[in-house]
Nanobody, 116 residues
């Protein structure tokens, strides 16, 4: 069993920045990718950004140019730098880890609230 521990959420004003971090409790098995998803009240969970072991990144359209994902996938760590935050970015953000065999793990979620 792998546990993902997230940190860095909180309350920030519009146009502000936050940095989310995630680390897995176990390393040694190489993941296919790690990433961040989010779920706003009344909405489905959606992909925010992912990064593969090879370093390829994917972003949801609304965060391109504002969010940056980085990480040391071999060490099972991933970070999401969020700049120019908007109220519509408010959601619970979940860290995700996927192995090559399709097994996926989720973090417990961290709240991000963008409000003045």
């Amino acid at each position: 069993q792998v546990q993902l521990v997230e940190s860095g959420g909180g309350l920030v004003q519009p146009a502000g920045s936050l940095r989310l971090s995630c680390a897995a409790s176990r390393s040694g098995i190489r993941p296919r990718a790690m990433g961040w998803y989010r779920q706003a009240p009344g909405k489905q969970r959606e992909l925010v950004a992912t990064i593969t072991y090879g370093g390829r990144t994917t972003y949801e359209d609304s965060v391109k140019g504002r969010f940056t994902i980085s990480g040391d996938i071999a060490k099972n760590t991933v970070t999401l730098q969020m700049n120019s935050l908007k109220p519509e970015d408010t959601a619970v953000y979940y860290c995700n880890l996927e192995y090559y065999n399709g097994v996926t793990y989720w973090g417990q979620g961290t709240q991000v609230t963008v409000s003045s």
